[in-house]
């Protein structure tokens, strides 16, 4: 029985890995295909930007999980190899010289409409690459963890959990979908009644702007604007902290250090920075793609710093044998990620109707937005500190018992 237990981790690792790859390039062969018919059929709106980012995307994805998928290959076929891998924080701070040439670069094709397809391969590369720098930032000067745990937490948080967080979010919402028409019905809201919601969304059609005023007068409302607080300030938090560093769950009852946990839980916070931050950057106009990247690199130590904190509340917990340091970092990164969330929501609305964007409601909550963001990256320092402090520990200890085996047993 010790035997399977063994095998069938990796086994559904396997599995999963290939998913990966198979759906991945599957789907950017598929764009790639509808690129290629639209082309031959002169259809030139086929050869549009969100299209063609989309696919890189994609084929991004299936190629990260390759790696993956052999190294669990080869551990079945008992050929793994060296496991641990070397440091990459000067790799990665070298990598993020490039990523100022791609900013450059990427803001003068944005200004040139004949040539802005190209700012699909520079959106996928302007993305990865600050992210792959924060988490090497944070973690930089501590041991590696082994390259299948490793390979394996980008795999899981790539494929498994935003499948797992949108289905969580998806089942919440329609959850606050059906409190919401039920009020309707009863006429709990007044005057804003659901039929002339369904006209309303008519609007939808003439484009963004119709649709973000349709939004803003739903929003009006005090039971609708409290529903969307409550899933944007403390479902999605609560649900994407829970799932995002969920590749530690896996490891909690076995030898779990908590450099490890840390590094594991920021390489699961960029896994998702990457698809979130991509799918967003992909949506906008090319003459918004410098600012869009720049402010997702920023978005990014959100993400990242918080699975951190998630990633070693758990590994401490298991070392500890109790639940109480868990506990404490999955609050702690829901309230800062709620926080952040519905002080983004609150300038949004503020500003609404204002001719420059910016009221004072803004202008405050981007202030203590500015804080959410110092809070988080003073969280991982203090994090960095304990964790240093206490592998210097074990480090003297390893010493001393070297030197003099005696001391060591006392």
Known sequence: MAEKRN?????????LSALGVLFGLASAGFSAAGLLW?????TPSGFDLPVLSSMLLSLTI????????????????????????????KPATIALAGWAAILAAGYFISRNASVQIWLAPLTIAAIILPVWWLIEFFRRGFPRSTRTREWGTLMIGLIASPTLIIIAEI?????????????????????????????NAN????????????????MQQPVIAAAAFVMIGLAAPLIEEVFKPMSTWFLLKRPLTLHEGYALGLISGGA????????IVIQMDAVDWLTAVALRAATGVLHI??????????ARSAQEKRARPAVLALLTAVVLHGGWNSLALLSGLSSFNLPSGIGTTSVIAFIFMGLVFVSIITINILIRRRIKQELDAENTGEEIGEANPDAARI
């Open 171 to 199: 089942v919440f919402i329609l959850v606050l979908i059906l409190g919401v028409a039920v009020a309707l019905g009863t006429g709990v809201f007044g005057d804003l009644q659901l039929s002339s919601l369904i006209e």
């Open 7 to 15: 095998i069938l981790p990796g086994v559904l690792m396997i599995i």
């Open 62 to 89: 299936g190629l990260l999980n390759i790696p993956a998928l052999a190294l669990f290959i080869r551990k079945a076929a008992g050929k793994a190899g060296a496991n641990k891998a070397a440091p990459l924080f």
């Open 305 to 314: 710093g918080l699975s951190g904190i998630v990633g070693y509340g758990f």
């Open 272 to 279: 998702f920075a990457i698809l979130e931050s991509a799918g």
């Open 38 to 42: 639209a082309g031959i059929n002169g």
């Open 203 to 218: 609007l939808i059609e003439g484009g963004i702007e119709q649709l973000e005023e349709v939004l803003y007068e739903i």
